[in-house]
C-alpha cells in the first residue's frame, strides 16, 4: 500500500514537471547568445519541447543563428521580406502560437523579442490561463509588451550573469544599489503591505514575492540576483529574517 501511494506520488511530480512549453523566437529582434540563459530560465515552467525561431535567415545579420539552432534543437522558420517595411516575422509567429494554443497542447510559451507588436498575442495567450514568460532589453522594449508577460525578464542581465562568476555577498550589495530604484522599493513596500505579517512586522519572502509578481512582470533576474532573498537583502529598506524550518521573512523598516 505504501510503495504504492509513494509511486502514484513520483509519478504525479513527473507529471507535473513535464509541462510542454514552446520557446517562440523573433530573430531579428533578439540576440543568439540568450539562448542558453533562456533555457534554463524556461525550465523553471517545464520541457522546452518546441523551439522554433523565425527571421529571414538569407540575411548577414542573422548569420550567426545558423551556430546554434543545430546545438538547441531549435527549428528555423524562414520568413522572407515579401514587402519592403512589412514583418513576415511577426505575422509567423503570432499565427504560430494561436494554432499552439486551439491545439491544447502547450502548457506555457516563452517569447524572445523586443517588439511590442507582440502584446496582443501575449495578453490573448493569458486570456487563456497559459503562463507566457518574456525575454528582451529592457531599454528597447516598451512598457505594454513587459507588463502583458507574466514575467518579463532581461535578456541582457541573463547573458551578463551567464558569463558572471557565482554570486559572492560582497558582490550583491553594491550591484543591488546600482539597480534598484524608488519604483521597486514601492513594488516590493506594497507587496509587503498586502500580504500576511506576523506580529513584528515580518512577511513570509515567498508570499510577498508572489504578490510582486502579480501586480507585475517583476522577476529579480532583471536587476542582477538570483534570488529574492538576495535582492531584499542589497535594499537598506528592507529586513530578512530566516527562521529555521520555516524559510525567509521579511520586513519593511521605512
Not at 86 to 97: H, S, V
Request: hydrophobic share 40%; charged share 25%.
Amino acid at each position: 500500500m505504501r510503495a504504492s501511494l509513494d509511486m502514484a506520488m513520483a509519478t504525479n511530480m513527473t507529471d507535473e514537471s513535464l509541462k510542454n512549453i514552446a520557446l517562440l523566437i523573433d530573430a531579428d529582434n533578439t540576440s543568439p547568445k540568450g539562448i542558453d540563459p533562456v533555457l534554463t530560465v524556461m525550465a523553471e515552467l517545464g520541457q522546452v519541447n518546441i523551439k522554433r525561431a523565425y527571421g529571414n535567415f538569407a540575411k548577414n545579420n542573422l548569420a550567426k543563428w545558423d551556430q546554434i539552432t543545430h546545438k538547441y534543437g531549435i527549428r528555423p522558420q524562414q520568413q522572407f521580406d515579401l514587402t519592403a517595411g512589412k514583418n513576415a516575422t511577426d505575422m509567423a509567429m503570432t499565427i504560430d502560437a494561436i494554432d499552439l494554443l486551439y491545439q491544447g497542447k502547450v502548457d506555457g510559451f516563452g517569447i524572445m523579442s523586443s517588439d511590442s507588436d507582440f502584446t496582443p498575442l501575449v495578453t490573448r495567450l493569458r486570456q487563456d490561463g497559459l503562463v507566457v514568460y518574456g525575454f528582451g532589453s529592457v531599454s528597447k522594449t516598451p512598457g505594454a509588451f513587459k507588463s502583458a508577460c507574466t514575467r518579463f525578464i532581461d535578456i541582457d542581465a541573463l547573458i551578463k550573469g551567464a558569463s558572471d562568476e557565482p554570486d559572492t555577498p560582497k558582490s550583491k550589495q553594491p550591484r543591488g544599489k546600482d539597480v534598484v530604484d524608488e519604483e521597486l522599493v514601492e513594488l516590493l513596500g506594497t507587496a509587503w503591505k498586502a500580504a500576511k505579517r506576523d506580529e513584528n512586522g515580518f512577511a513570509a519572502l515567498g508570499e510577498v514575492g508572489k504578490i510582486a509578481g502579480n501586480r507585475s512582470s517583476f522577476d529579480v533576474r532583471n536587476y542582477g540576483f538570483k534570488r529574492l532573498s538576495d535582492l531584499f537583502e542589497s535594499i537598506a529598506q528592507f529586513q530578512v529574517e530566516r527562521r529555521n524550518g520555516t524559510g525567509a521573512y521579511v520586513k519593511r523598516l521605512r
